[in-house]
């Protein structure tokens, strides 16, 4: 599903993704906050969200190969069913449609309920872009993203965020996004 920002009026872009338990979730695209929203929507940004569930087929040699298949499905080919376990890779491209370079390009993906992200898996493409996880609903975004906790003694320690306590991910962009030029980053999780 292709969305243009100059479309939203300050609001977040949507993508829905079909579940097996025939129920949608809402995918969310958000650039920092809604001031960042309205930079980009005067420089013409278009946002691309895309999903697709990892395959593993046996290839002509006998061989595992990896197959990716989309999630969106058309009339001739259904939107394939998820289970418990399956792997799917979304990707967030930005299309600069514009004669002019932008800059400070952040992109964020909350990662949807009952998806544990598959750490390692985050790639940017066409860009130079810092990768950064929240584990605190995208309050605070870090490399290795730590939890506070309290003890039952009462002191405050700090741990590792396990991959199912992160909640968001973050491509914030170092280089400016080249005129009529698109960058992408992506990312892997697993159904629970």
């Known amino acids: 599903m292709k969305l243009s920002l100059s479309a939203l009026s300050l609001g977040l872009a949507a993508a829905l993704v079909a579940f097996p338990i025939d129920t949608l979730i809402s995918r969310q695209l958000t650039h920092q906050d809604g001031t960042i929203a309205v930079a980009q929507e005067q420089q013409a ?7 697709h569930k990892r395959e593993v087929r046996t290839n002509r040699q006998g061989l595992p190969e990896v197959t990716w298949i989309s999630l969106e499905g058309n009339l001739l080919q259904p939107a394939p069913r998820l289970q418990p376990g399956d792997v799917v890779r979304y990707t967030i491209s930005g299309n600069n449609r514009t004669e002019q370079p932008i800059s400070g390009l952040v ?3 909350d990662i949807p309920q ?3 992200i598959v750490l390692g898996t985050a790639r940017v493409e066409n ?3 810092e990768i950064t996880y929240s584990a605190d609903a995208g309050k605070t975004y870090a490399v290795s993203p730590m939890i506070r906790e309290t003890r039952p003694d009462g002191t405050l320690v700090s741990r590792p965020a396990n991959p199912e306590e992160y909640t968001h991910v973050r491509w914030t962009f ?14 892997q999780v697993r159904l629970q």
């Open 127 to 129: 860009g130079v872009a």
């Open 174 to 187: 170092t280089e400016p996004v080249a005129a009529k030029s698109n960058v992408a980053g992506s990312y």
């Open 107 to 109: 992109l964020n993906d």
């Open 45 to 51: 940004l278009d946002l691309n969200l895309v999903g």
């Open 114 to 116: 009952n998806m544990v």
